[in-house]
């Protein structure tokens, strides 16, 4: 017997999925999250799994983990204090960035610039430079960097970030200065722009190296603890964490490149639906994760979810690679507002967060959110089965009456009708990036919602959309364990080329492509991963040469010529843009990413239902739909069986998620526990 | 005057739209110009558009009126000067500012302009104009700083339909591009924005399908309601009937040794309207710098001001135009009559920000900012490798510059950035790997910021070292007046340019010049302005200005200028500080002046050779007519 552990760790809960390998049998536990030190509710989870299968720490094969701690190292600015070292002349390269400022032509009026991750006054530079071919211009002053290192080591620096000019071309003077720093800061991670990043661009790449140095301490401090207190505990398996690019990667990797964590937790939902959706049969689809204050939207594609080359979190951008997660600043907490200029509605940006949060949820809150509009419109009826809050009705409506009384609509129901029109018209936004603007039709999709807003909305979405079914998987923090669970181990290495494809022969392309391979394979190897049971899989960014984007290929094998290449290049230009270009192609970057096998996890069925779903029943409710109160089932989720066809109007709860089913609609209970929505008539599909 | 052929016969009658679904309109035509600058910048070769961003999106109603989009382009304007029927299908394009109404405002800009039609009537309009780097012409960029003509500012484009019907015109396009030195980047940039205005039309097209035509058309017509009722508010509330307003700033010189042009504008409300009045600006120039202004944009630039504060998420439109009379004199540096030249319009659409703001923060402090980098000057490298495997090969090119942004009510002003929006720098590692040349130096330069209670952003100095033999182009400005401060601010410092030649000597560069010879190893400073300060310099935080000298952004010398006295550890040494604050206090009037522009423009003139190394320009005049 062989059992994983998928351990996901959110704001309030904890939850702790245990997969036994060879049945696909499940047991969860979910326990209270412990900010304080998130590995006391993680033990505590696993404690509780193992002793309701009634096996010991000892039979954990694997503990599979996403992490949100480097993600709030940033959100929170708790990271460490970093120090930088540039080339001689290039100090304020994080003061300056790309000159950018948000906004509209008025933009720099109003926009407050963040602090750059390393202070100034703690960024050192070095005499010394390399030229963009690799040539060595200036000889690294080894005594200049004695002098400039001997600053920071009075200075409080829990990290150094290291990152010269053209260093993606020629290392070496990077890798000296990490010598000399062993010597002269000693105990203190160095993180060097050539290891974490190898990329042209010199800001987006000091970034990257800054921010993996920034969350480098917490990250190190909460692995090997959490390692450690697993080990003590009597796990005897091996601790992986899941990066943003929905593969996971030992406890040690993700110490030394922790810039690779920072979506660990969207990454966790994303690789989860993957899971859920693929067991109903669906291989292509969208994820609509919605929050509190936010919304993930995200496109998978034949199970593989769309890799970018940016991570985004808070005001921060860096280059790493990451599921492809769109941001959309709206969720349930989002608050309805009415500008006394143009008493036009708007929803968000701001949010009541979680304190106060919406008015229902009586914690002092008095500004209509976006739950508050579901509340009034009875999509959350207040007496949830087995809610985690009790929600009030009356300060919701006072609430959501405030916009109706300012817009000049006739009832509280109008406006939130309202408000869940407009918020909805943001997530179609979201949803649209994804797809139209990328080129895909989302009615080729379906729409997999998890969060604990997401299946509330869903419904309208895909009416919006087209992307039919929507999926509703059980529980969203099982989703995320799932996801962790059911992942494989994934390495990656990267280099930057930049050379015209006139200037390139092919088998330069498959020297480069299996250098890059055997880098990323040996380092799996490392993390136990035997090269027999190793997949290659290549991506390259081509773009015309003179462009400023490039587009990203996946490459089918690393001896694909370059004709096949512009070829494949072409065909996506002229997807995304319409037309092509006769100009030479130019390869920049080039990438090989090494996954391990997946696990084989089995997969559980629901107990066959009759399709009569009226056991479920809950209750009976009035919502208020386009106009027209109508009555509404309420079902209870957990008493639901395989094959039970729910019709709308009704909502289906459980512990932490909602769903809601449109008149016209109906959400039939899949045997693997998801809820599939379509359209009755199929003229709307 | 266009005649538009429609197959659909009838009028749309108007119909009520609810609040809801106006708001649902709105947010989707914000959606689609914003996929509209997408569909370009990922497209473009051409560096202008690619990595500066410089192009501008609109969505327009069945007139032609801006509902979404930055800046009015004027599709009635354009509409007026072109002869001849339009169709579906049709997709028109210029670069003849002279031919559409100041619709663009030089020849370096291509404008697109696509009807969109929807079951044969036409539902819209959508156009878009981007910065071509090079449009041919006597230098590469096609910026002649000495142009009096715009004949010698490369191929004009008279408005003409480059498709017809859905058809290429080849030829007329094979003739074009054959006037340009890079072909290839304008062939590019011109099919991105034909695929952008072609997003937009789709997108539009989806929300009459998805809403009914009547019930877009209606709910164009109550977007522009909006904000009309809008800025009919504000205009009551900010301005005093009849009483005038002024503020007068400057653009240094035109490229022909004239100089400072005079930008003088004034406001008057009265009753409902207000008029923008641009009289007693200087008259036309005899260079290139002329902003030949069209009416609306100047509109848009004093609503932009205007509406953002009050609903940030406003769309932006056309709606509250009939609200704002515009005189701009003819011959005037805003209207200058043909075939004045024209390319260099850069500092004029720039220092804009700085008109408005001063005008319009006399009368509302929260929008008082100090100046700060209102231009966006250009700087161009081009010639032929001598040696290597690009031997004979030919390089161009062209980049912005980025300096102080000003002491803002918010805050200190960024340094090294852009005032415009979505400007970014081209990275130093990307310009080392496509051009043959290495910068030693891209950092800020302390002190140049203006001191105030919140500092102007400091300017930047970008140190290039040639590698091959070759030519420069400069357009730069704000080099002999200051980047004033506000409310007791202190100006930013101006900005400078110098060669240091491989043989050791140094040379002062104008700061508008073309064809100038370099050579490999000479190495150019390009150093650009500081903001202007914001609020009593005496008055900001000892405690910062100190870190400020320890971050290197402040000298211990400048940090004087805020009355803080930084000893040699880096800390401020209390007691010193608080006797240099009270000796200063002393020394100055009580009341501190709103605007510190720096020293009166005779005393500049006159001390200008001593203090820039350059020669002083000569004031223009009117002639008298």
Known sequence: ?685 | MAEIIETATGRVDPVSVDPVTLDLIENGLRNARYEMDEVLFRTALSPGIREQHDEFPLIGDPSGKMVVGQFGLSVPDFLDGFDGTIEEGDVLLTSDPYACGAAISHANDWLVVMPIFHEGRVVGWASMFGHMSDVGGKTPSSMPTDARTIYEEGVIIPPFKLYRKGELSRDALAIILNQVRMPDWNRADLNGLVAAVRTAGRRVTEMCDRFGTATYLSALDALLQRNYEAMRVLLAAVFEDGKTISFTDYICDDGVGNGPYELKLSLTRTGEKVHLDFTGSSPQAAGPVNYYINENLARMFFGIYMITVADPQILWNDGFYPLVDVTIPDGSYWKPRYPAALSGRNHGIGRVFDLFGGLLGQTNPALLNAAGFSSSPHFMYSGHYTSGERKGEWFQLYSIGFGGIPGRPLGDGPDGHSLWPSFVNIPCEYLESYYPLRIERWETIADTGGPGLNRGGNGVDVAYVFGEPGEIAIHDDRWLTYPWGVNGGHPGTRGTKWIDRADGSREVIPSKIHGFPVSEGDVLHFVTWGGGGWGDPLERGAGLVALEVRRGLVTVEGARRYGVVVADDGAVDSAATAALRERMRVGRPAELPVFDMGPPIEELLARCEEETGLPAPKRPVWEAE
């Open chain 1, 1 to 685: 017997m062989s059992y994983r552990l998928g351990v996901d760790v959110g704001g309030t809960f904890t939850d702790v999925l245990l997969v036994e390998e060879g049945s696909g049998v499940t047991w969860r536990a979910k326990t209270a999250s412990t900010p304080g030190d998130q590995a006391v509710g993680v033990l505590n989870g696993i404690g509780q799994v193992c002793a309701a299968a009634g096996i010991g720490l000892a039979e954990v094969g694997q503990v599979l983990h996403g992490t949100t701690i480097a993600t709030n190292a940033i959100l929170e600015g708790k990271g460490a204090s970093v120090g930088l070292v540039t080339t001689k002349g290039f100090r304020q390269v994080l003061q300056i960035g790309r000159s950018y400022v948000p906004g509209g032509l008025a933009g720099w009026i109003i926009w407050p610039k963040p602090e750059p991750l390393a202070a100034l006054e703690n960024t050192v530079e070095v005499d010394e430079r390399v030229g963009s071919d690799g040539t060595v211009i200036r000889q690294l002053d080894e005594k200049d960097v004695r002098v400039q290192l001997a600053k920071l080591a009075g200075a409080g620096v829990e990290a150094l970030a290291v990152c010269l000019i053209n260093s993606f071309a020629e290392p070496g003077h990077e890798r000296r200065i990490a010598e000399i720093a062993a010597e002269l800061l000693p105990g203190v991670p160095v993180s060097l722009s050539c290891d974490v990043l190898p990329e042209l661009r010199e800001y987006e790449r000091t970034v990257t190296t800054v921010a993996n140095g920034y969350v480098q301490p917490q990250v190190k401090k909460y692995v090997e603890n959490l390692a450690g207190q697993l080990r003590e505990g009597g796990v005897s398996g091996e601790l992986a964490i899941l990066r943003s690019d929905g593969g996971l990667s030992a406890a040690h990797s993700a110490i030394d490149a922790p810039v690779t964590l920072l979506l660990s937790g969207p990454a966790g939902g994303v690789t989860g639906a993957a899971w859920v959706a693929g067991q109903c049969g669906y291989r292509d689809f969208i994820t609509f994760d919605m929050g509190g204050t936010s919304t993930d939207i995200a496109l998978v594609r034949d199970l593989s979810p769309r890799i970018g080359r940016e991570t985004e979190v808070g005001d921060l951008k860096v280059r790493a690679s990451s599921v492809d997660v769109r941001t959309v600043g709206a969720g349930g907490g989002s608050i309805a507002h009415v500008p006394e200029l143009t008493k036009a509605l708007r929803v968000g940006p701001q949010s009541a967060g979680a304190a106060p949060g919406p008015a229902a949820y009586g914690k002092g809150g008095t500004e209509p959110t976006v739950t508050d509009a579901n509340v009034v419109l009875g999509y959350l009826p207040s007496s949830l089965a087995g809610g985690e809050i009790a929600l009030d009705p009356g300060a919701a409506r006072t609430a959501v009456q405030s916009v109706a009384d300012a817009i000049g609509l006739e009832s509280a129901e109008a406006a939130a009708e309202g408000i869940i029109d407009i918020v909805n018209e943001n997530m179609l936004g979201g949803l649209r990036l994804v797809s139209v603007q990328q080129g895909f039709d989302p009615r080729d999709f379906a729409l997999v919602a998890f969060g604990g807003a997401g299946p509330l909305h869903a419904n309208a979405l895909a009416k919006l959309t087209g992307a039919w079914p929507v999926i509703v998987p059980p529980s969203p923090g099982v989703l995320c364990a799932l996801g962790d669970a059911t992942t494989s181990l994934r390495d990656e290495s990267a280099r930057t080329v930049l050379a015209t494809f006139g200037d390139l022969g092919d088998g330069d392309l498959k020297a480069i492509l299996n250098e890059l391979a055997a880098e990323a394979g040996e380092r799996l190897a490392g993390q136990g991963v035997d090269p027999a049971d190793q997949t290659t899989s290549y991506q390259v960014d081509v773009r015309y040469h003179g462009q400023g984007f490039e587009i990203p290929i996946p490459v089918p094998g690393s001896a694909t010529t370059l004709p096949e290449l512009a070829a494949l290049f072409d065909a996506e230009h002229e997807r995304l843009f319409s037309f092509l270009l006769t100009v030479d192609h130019e390869l920049v970057n080039a990438r090989a990413t090494v996954t391990g096998p997946l696990p084989t996890v089995g997969v559980v069925a629901l107990p066959e239902g009759s399709g009569d779903p009226s056991a479920a029943l809950a209750g009976t409710h009035r919502l208020h739909i386009g106009g027209k109160s109508v009555a509404a089932q309420i079902y209870d989720r957990g008493r639901l069986r395989a094959g039970d066809d729910v019709r709308g109007p009704a909502v289906v709860t459980e512990m932490d998620s909602t769903t809601l089913v449109l008149p016209g609609h109906h959400a039939v209970v899949h045997p693997s526990g998801s809820l599939l929505l379509n359209p009755l008539n199929a003229e709307e599909a």
